[in-house]
């Protein structure tokens, strides 16, 4: 093997970190946890993202989610091109805003309003503000190892950019917000009876990753969505359901469609931009019609359903509409899956793998992994080394063992091929 040529990206690496705090403007694409240095991106196209140096890889971090129809898809980048003629944003609403949000609200009719904001931070965070505004109550219940953005008070046991650097509690957060906060196991259902039925009269919120994408990849265990949906409805807490990440990946419409459950409110992200920044949160319209300037829970945006995100959104969603779209991507994505476990089981390392949909990870552990403890047994210096070993073969991983990977429709079976064999290769050397 011809070992890559990574000196562009490296001294483009020592540039940026003179002019930006650790040479990249979110932490975990700085390869800490993984060692090296990050590639700098030229272009991307389809399954494929190329670096400064040259270099080509099969891409399965997909922008950390987003670019589900693979990078620069045709119908994305033309309408793009169309609508960058027209002007890139108004202040004032637009057609576009309207069509994405009925696109939204027919997909996810647990939602009757959808209000768009320009991160999946600000979803969950506007999400919170205005379930605590319709329950007149303060406290936030979440699960370890799940993240919902960088907003105080979330950046509590908040996941893997939180747990590859090992702060979990960040510096700057006032203790008061954080003590509105309230921490639980995931999949640990009588912890959250416990501190429901003390606390409920305190608690506006249950927020929650139905897939815990941001510790890797960690499924519900049967009935553990059903009782979070129960408990909370008893009591008249708001059940927030963060899509950002699951939205349109673990399912066209999302993971409450495939596993069955209604949340009172949904955040989304990623996907509905089509690459470019966008959020979104709704939920029924009694909830929903608190929010500014129907209701006195203040929130707004300058660049809040700017025509060009809209665009982007709106043709990836009828992208993903056409039939069939979302049966071949879960067969590429099970081939995959068979791949990848045949190729540790072959080379003799215990990994597990979990996956949801298009969203999945490989964990180097031998044992199960249901929640966020668990999931920290894995065995950092073994993915570290599958990592680099990955990269040097064309393959393009999240640079943590607490991230889950990504397939796009892009990604043909020459590619899955390709990523097995050389898994297998890595693999048998680790
Ligand atoms: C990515 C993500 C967020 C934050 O979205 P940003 O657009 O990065 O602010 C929130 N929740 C979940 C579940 C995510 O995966």
């Known amino acids: 093997m011809v070992m890559k040529k990574h000196s562009l ?6 540039q940026a970190k003179k002019a930006i705090p650790g040479g990249v403007n979110s932490p975990v694409r700085a390869f800490r946890a993984v060692g ?3 590639l700098f991106i030229k272009k991307a196209k389809g399954s494929r993202i190329y670096d400064a140096d040259g270099n080509s890889y099969i891409d ?3 922008s950390w989610g987003p670019m589900i129809l693979g990078h620069a898809h045709p119908r994305v980048v033309s309408a793009l091109k169309k609508a960058t003629e027209k002007g890139t944003s108004y202040g004032a609403p637009t057609a576009l805003e309207v069509e994405l949000a009925e696109r939204v609200l027919k997909i996810y009719p647990s939602m009757d309003k959808v209000r768009m904001v320009n991160s999946g931070t600000e979803a969950t965070m506007s999400a919170i503000r ?3 505004g319709f329950t007149g109550r303060d406290k936030v219940i979440k699960f370890e190892g799940c993240y919902h953005g960088h907003a105080d008070g979330l950046l509590v046991k908040a996941g893997s950019g939180a747990t590859t650097f090992g702060v979990p509690d960040s510096p700057g957060v006032p203790k008061s917000y954080a003590q509105n906060t309230i921490t639980l196991p995931y999949n640990d259902i009588p912890a959250l009876r416990r501190m429901v039925e003390k606390e409920w009269k305190k608690i506006a919120c249950v927020i929650i990753e139905p897939v815990v994408g941001n510790i890797g990849c960690v499924l519900p265990k049967p009935g553990f969505l059903e009782t979070v949906r129960n408990v909370t409805r008893k009591h008249g807490i708001v059940l927030i359901f963060d899509e950002v990440m699951t939205g ?3 399912s066209f419409g ?4 495939y596993y069955g459950i209604t949340p009172d409110m949904t955040c989304l992200g990623k996907v509905i931009g089509g690459g470019l920044p966008v959020g979104a949160y709704g939920g029924r319209k009694e909830i929903m019609a608190l929010v500014s300037p129907e209701g006195p829970v203040y929130q707004a945006g300058t660049l809040s359903g700017n025509p060009l995100a809209m665009t982007a959104g709106i043709e990836t969603i009828k992208e993903l509409s056409r039939p069939g779209v979302y049966q071949s991507m879960e067969k590429r994505s099970a081939m995959l899956e068979e791949g990848l476990k045949e190729a540790a089981t072959r080379a003799g390392v215990k990994t ?6 298009s969203m999945f990870c490989t964990y180097f552990i031998d044992g199960d992994v249901h929640d966020y403890s668990t999931a920290k047994k894995a065995d950092v210096g073994k993915f570290s080394r599958f990592f680099s070993g990955m990269l040097e073969r064309g393959i393009n991983l999240a640079p943590s063992q607490f ?10 079976e020459k590619d899955i091929d390709a990523t097995i064999d050389a898994a297998y290769e890595t693999i048998k050397k680790i």
């Open 9 to 14: 990206s490296k001294k483009l690496f020592l």
């Open 130 to 132: 205005v379930a605590r």
């Open 248 to 250: 349109f990946r673990v």
């Open 254 to 257: 999302g993971a409450q469609a």
């Open 352 to 357: 597990r793998f979990y996956r949801a949909g």
């Open 403 to 412: 991230e889950a990977g990504f397939m796009s429709l892009a990604h043909t």
């Open 36 to 38: 090296g240095n990050p």
């Open 60 to 62: 399965y971090v997909l």
